[in-house]
């Protein structure tokens, strides 16, 4: 393969896995037989290697596993918040547009939509503990706060109103 060629599909990994196998990986694709095929397999690893690196004991590459704030950034992190909000919004816009329901009357679409988007994160959430308490126990605990203190924000005006 071209060494300019592989120079150029080097810089799609990470500069710390280039610094640590970027030598040998040159060397290994120039004395290969390059092609299409491989140009894209190259591609598809490096990029793979940039959003999801593997976890490794000896070279983490992630950078989520240093800030709830960049763990937050995750979409089973902040899913299940966002539904939070939704609902809580839907119950507060629903009491400003309809008023309080009469005793015994049907849901309606608003409570509905409201236990839809309550059912719906829990699935999101055991996502995200499964996916991230191995690799960040005490970030993943803490985002797991949030979502349920979100959670609980949103269940509080239905609890508290009789809705």
């Known amino acids: ?7 150029w599909l080097l810089r799609v990994y990470p ?7 970027g030598q ?3 060397d290994l694709l120039q ?3 390059g092609g299409l095929r491989a140009v894209l397999d190259v591609l598809r690893s490096g990029l793979r290697e940039r959003w999801s690196p593997p976890p490794q004991a000896e070279l983490s590459m992630s950078t989520y596993s240093r800030s709830v704030l960049l763990l937050s950034k995750q979409p089973s992190a ?4 966002t539904m939070s909000i939704a609902a809580l919004i ?3 816009v629903g009491l400003a547009m309809f008023g309080f329901p009469p005793p015994h009357a049907d849901e309606g679409a608003t409570a509905h939509t409201w236990q839809l988007l309550m059912l719906f994160q829990a ?11 191995r690799k ?11 979502q349920i203190v979100l959670a609980l924000a949103a269940m509080a005006p239905v609890y508290i109103l009789g809705l």
Do not use: D, H, Q
């Open 1 to 7: 393969m071209n060494r300019t060629l592989v120079r």
């Open 15 to 21: 500069s710390a896995w280039r610094e640590r196998y």
């Open 24 to 26: 040998e990986f040159e």
């Open 90 to 92: 839907v119950v507060v």
């Open 123 to 133: 699935p999101v959430i055991v996502w995200f503990l499964l996916k991230w308490i």
């Open 31 to 33: 004395a290969g037989p």
């Open 136 to 146: 960040a126990p005490r970030l993943a605990f803490s985002i797991l706060g949030i």
């Open 78 to 81: 902040y899913l299940p918040m």
